[in-house]
Structures are given as structure tokens and as C-alpha cells.
């Protein structure tokens, strides 16, 4: 089993900034890729950020130059650093990890979500 808790969600101003978190914890042998999706209302979700065990990312365009997607591999945690907010970021924020458990079997789980509101 692996767990997710996500933090960081809130209500803010077009504009500032927010930061979220997601701590994997559990039995599993590695993580590999960790990232971040999003689903506004009425709409599917779609990938904002991702980040393989080496550090490399990959970015939504409508996010480039404004969120920055980071890990911290001794404690399983991704973070997103999301600035200059728009009211189109206004979205549930997923954080999604892949793995490996120790029986060679991969794994995908997801967080609960967490909301970001952005007004204008």
C-alpha cells in the first residue's frame, strides 16, 4: 500500500502565490515519477507538472515560467511552487506517484486533491 496526503491548497488573489505538497509514504521499494494534474470544473483533468527520479520536469505550456515542480527523494515528497496565479488556474490539484514495490510490481496512486481558488 501507498499513501498520499497533500497540502497546500487554498484560496488566493490573481497574482500571488501558493505551494503545495505531497508526501508518499508506505512499502515500495522506489519512486520514479511524481507529478502534478489538475480538473477545473466541468472539465477533464490534464497534466501540469511531472518529475522523474533524476530531476527532470515536464510542464503544461499554460503553466511554464510561473509553477516550478520539485522533489525531495529522501522524504517521497513533490512539491508544486505555483506564482503569478490566474483565475484559470482555479482547479483540484492531483498529485500523482509510479513506482516500484519490492516484488518488481509497479504501482500509480493518486492524492485526494486538493482545491486551489484563485479570484480575480
Known amino acids: 500500500q501507498v499513501q498520499l496526503v497533500e497540502s497546500g491548497g487554498g484560496l488566493v488573489q490573481a497574482g500571488e502565490s501558493l505551494r503545495l505538497s505531497c508526501a508518499a509514504s508506505?512499502?515500495?521499494?522506489?519512486?520514479?515519477?511524481m507529478g502534478w494534474f489538475r480538473q477545473a470544473p466541468g472539465k477533464q483533468r490534464e497534466l501540469v507538472a511531472t518529475?522523474?527520479?533524476?530531476?527532470?520536469?515536464n510542464y503544461a505550456d499554460s503553466v511554464k515560467g510561473r509553477f516550478t515542480i520539485s522533489r525531495d527523494n529522501a522524504k517521497n515528497t513533490v512539491f508544486l511552487q505555483m506564482n503569478s496565479l490566474k483565475p484559470e488556474d482555479t482547479a483540484v490539484y492531483y498529485c500523482?506517484?509510479?513506482?516500484?514495490?519490492?516484488?518488481?510490481?509497479?504501482?500509480?496512486?493518486w492524492g485526494q486533491g486538493t482545491l486551489v481558488t484563485v479570484s480575480s
Open positions: 500523482n506517484v509510479a513506482g516500484v514495490f519490492f516484488a518488481s510490481r509497479d504501482f500509480e496512486v
Open positions: 518529475i522523474t527520479s533524476g530531476g527532470s520536469t
Open positions: 508506505g512499502r515500495f521499494f522506489s519512486i520514479n515519477a
